[in-house]
């Protein structure tokens, strides 16, 4: 680099070329490593071996496969979901029940309101690995915490406020509630936990629309069960203290990308 050389306690291996960086130019493109993703003049990809996403039209890759459970094709990250690559097996459904029209309005209402409820424990799992690396060169947090016990999210913001989703990383040694508050002061989010108000400021899984107990250590819940993963998606929004399951989570991942 031109700058001054710079020393980290750490060595940064990257997983491209092989060689080793400091904390700021870990990233393949802050180093220009020779193994990035490229594609040559002539149209043809060059790069590290990626999956392409089978959707025609889109040339998505990514570094693992991301196989639909019911097709058994692979896709990127944008189109995994059926009703994103208009699955084959859902138009089976839809043909062989022709004849009955109330069955075809709720498979479709199905699709439309449950867009998670396709995605099985591995699939959200393999899906966050490959999100994880993306978000390990963006997402913002305590620098304080040792690479070892960050987390890392990328966070929904509560639809009335408009946000962007931010990739964020904590602490897994941190409860629930203390990364809400951490959010909710960074984005600059009314929060009412700490008031007699009935309204509270809560996470939820956005796969499954869970809510997390504010009382819960990250570390606790990262233990695949609960459906919580290093490289997930969460979503905050303020909802009646009582509300278990938040509805109609698909709106967050349509309306704020």
């Known amino acids: ?44 990809y060059t790069g590290c071996p990626a999956y392409n996403c089978n959707l025609p039209g889109c040339p ?46 709720q498979i479709l209402g199905q699709c439309k309101g449950q867009k998670k409820s396709f995605k099985t424990a591995r699939s959200r799992e393999m899906a966050a690995k490959v999100a994880l690396m993306k978000l390990k060169a963006q997402a913002n947090g305590d620098c304080s915490i040792p690479e070892t016990e960050r987390v890392f999210f990328l966070v929904f913001m509560p639809l009335s406020h408009g946000h962007p989703p931010k990739a964020l990383f904590f602490s897994k040694r941190w409860t629930v509630g203390r990364i809400t508050d951490l959010i909710a002061d960074k984005a600059g989010i009314t929060n009412l936990n700490n008031t007699s108000s009935n309204m509270k400021l809560r996470l939820f899984i956005q796969d499954n629309g869970k809510v997390l107990s504010s009382d819960q250590v990250l570390a606790d819940l990262l233990d695949g069960d609960q459906g919580v993963f290093n490289g997930g998606s969460l979503i905050m929004e303020t909802v009646p203290a009582d509300l278990l399951v938040l509805p109609d989570t698909h709106l967050y991942d349509s309306g704020q990308k």
């Open 1 to 44: 680099m031109a700058e001054l050389a710079k020393i980290d306690f750490l060595p940064l291996q990257c997983d491209g070329c092989g060689c080793f960086f400091c904390l700021k130019h870990q990233s393949k493109v802050s180093h220009d490593c020779s193994k990035s993703l490229l594609v040559s003049s002539s149209g043809q």
């Open 60 to 105: 998505k890759r990514e570094l693992v496969p991301v196989l639909c459970e019911h097709c058994h094709l692979n896709f990127c990250l944008s189109h995994r979901h059926q009703q994103d690559h208009i699955c084959s097996q859902i138009k089976k459904e839809l043909d062989s029940t022709a004849t009955a029209p109330q069955r075809v309005s």
